[in-house]
């Protein structure tokens, strides 16, 4: 059997590194996990990539909400999205959004005797989760169950699909992303070209405000400033329709 993986979700910074270093990680590799931090990962690639691709593939998913930091909350919405188990732990549980409050959070604190407590509540809920015998609920399982009924994307992978699948979804979505983005960007590239080849009659017109209603999207075949260019002496030129 491979070894089972966990990633922690925590602020960075000298303190949390301590934190990191002599509780979370000490304890998880105590329960059997190979632990990984974002930044333990060695790659030279968008970070937020790493992150989603290792809460994807993790066994369990450990978030440390000290500091009510921004970046962790949106890694602990990813984790819950793809219905990992998570474990939360804070030394602020005051600090709690109202939406976690009925879940279970570890309380800790870096003094000793209170660090002993929470490090034997981690190690208890890690194991647990090893051997399938602790249930975790998130908003997500509560609320929309294992299957939610939602419909694929294109390219998104069933939730039967494994990490290679679900990579593969990845790599599709970005090449969709990337095809409609080069579309939209192709089509202003022909709205400003058709604009330009008509500019001058269009202002032409504009100024004698005898067609101000009129947009350069519609003036290929608006019978009214075709009738009005006659009037007011417009520019000979012929009128383009977008390509």
């Known amino acids: 059997m491979s070894e089972r993986k966990a990633f922690v979700i925590m602020p960075f910074g000298e303190a949390f590194d301590e934190v990191y270093n002599l509780f979370i990680a000490d304890t998880l ?15 030279q690639q968008n970070i937020l990539k790493d992150i989603v691709v290792s809460i994807a593939g993790a066994h369990l998913v450990v978030a440390d909400l000290t500091d009510s930091n921004a970046n962790v909350y949106y890694e602990l919405g990813i984790a819950h999205a793809l219905r990992r188990p998570v474990i939360l732990l804070t030394q602020q549980l005051e600090e709690l959004p109202f939406d976690l409050r009925s879940y279970r959070v570890i309380p800790y604190s870096t003094h000793f005797g209170e660090i002993k407590r929470a490090r034997e509540a981690l190690l208890d809920l890690a194991k647990g989760a090893a051997e399938g015998t602790v249930p975790f609920g998130n908003p997500v399982l509560d609320f929309l169950g294992t299957s939610s009924g939602i419909p694929n994307l294109p390219g998104e992978p069933s939730a039967e699909a494994g990490l290679l699948d679900y990579l593969v979804g990845v790599e599709d979505s970005l090449s969709f992303l990337t095809r409609v983005t080069a579309e939209y960007l192709r089509g202003n590239d022909q709205d400003r070209a058709y604009y ?11 100024r004698e405000r005898l067609c101000a209603g009129c947009t350069y999207r519609n003036y290929g075949t608006c019978s009214k400033l075709i009738a009005v260019r006659r009037q007011c002496g417009g520019p000979k030129q012929s009128l383009h329709s977008p390509t």
């Open 29 to 43: 590799t105590a329960a059997g996990y190979l632990v990984v931090r974002a930044d333990n990962i060695r790659a």
């Open 196 to 206: 330009r080849r008509n500019h001058a009659a269009f202002a032409s017109c504009r």
